[in-house]
């Protein structure tokens, strides 16, 4: 006796994609593992069909290939003016440490109040 319930064709296809998927996703970590991607590489895949998921991963390989033979860009270093007189009042309250001695009156010395 069997006591599996019936399922209409649409349940049925439903339950097909859903193992499809899952089977994608697991072929997915194990390639980005071979490749040495990084496991969250797989949250931007399209799991839409096999090619498509074959497309994503060879552009992920492409985008981190080209990431590691370039360096991030550096900060510019502070100019001339108020960019790094962090207590001065004309640029305001900044969190950070200052680059310049601080006088009683909470302004930079290249800032001195005229009084």
């Known amino acids: 006796m069997d006591n599996t319930p019936e399922m209409t064709p649409e349940e049925l296809t439903q339950r097909e994609q859903a193992v499809a998927l899952r089977e994608r996703r697991l072929k997915a970590r194990e390639l980005l593992s071979e490749h040495h991607l990084p496991p969250q590489v797989g949250e931007a895949l399209n799991y839409d069909s096999d090619e498509a998921l074959e497309q994503s991963i060879a552009l992920a390989k492409a985008v981190m290939a080209a990431t590691r033979n370039t360096q991030a860009p550096r900060a510019p270093r502070p100019g001339p003016g108020h960019a790094q007189h962090d ?29």
């Open 87 to 115: 207590l001065c009042p004309a640029r305001g309250a900044v969190p950070g440490p200052s680059t310049h001695e601080i006088k009683e009156e909470n302004t930079c010395l290249s800032h001195t109040r005229n009084t």
